[in-house]
């Protein structure tokens, strides 16, 4: 599995559509490696679930989303888990360690920004 975290410096982004880059891990029998820095590209509506899928993602782990975004992400075949926060090394490991559940919640703080831009 290939795990993408949207990340500023290296904190989990609060939304990943404005994140600086993307913390890639790779996974096997539950055991996780940090592989790559990718760069997150301009920002344009629809652009970033085809670039991380491209990319061989299979999950995406931010602070949050637009709601547009998490249909755009799926039908890619990328699983989200949004609402988390902290250090994106530990998000990382709680995931894989079955600690890391997601909110479900998209966006609420600025949903009208995230309805414009995902």
């Known amino acids: 599995m290939?795990?993408?975290i949207?990340?500023?410096g290296t904190n989990v982004s609060a939304h990943f559509g404005h994140c600086e880059a993307y913390a890639i891990y790779d996974t096997d029998d539950s055991v996780?490696?940090?592989?790559?820095?990718?760069d997150s590209p301009a920002h344009e509506p629809g652009k970033l679930p085809p670039f991380l899928a491209s990319h061989g993602v299979n999950l995406i782990i931010a602070g949050g989303m637009g709601h547009r975004a998490v249909e755009l992400f799926h039908e890619n075949g990328i699983e989200v888990i949004v609402g988390?926060?902290?250090?994106v090394d530990?998000?990382?490991q709680d995931y894989i360690s079955g600690r890391l559940v997601s909110s479900g919640s998209i966006c609420s703080e600025h949903q009208h920004q995230c309805a414009e831009h995902d």
Request: glycine content about 4%; overall charge neutral; cysteine-free.
């Open 6 to 8: 949207a990340k500023d």
């Open 32 to 38: 996780i490696s940090y592989t790559e820095s990718l």
């Open 90 to 92: 530990v998000a990382a």
């Open 2 to 4: 290939r795990i993408a």
């Open 84 to 87: 988390i926060s902290g250090p």
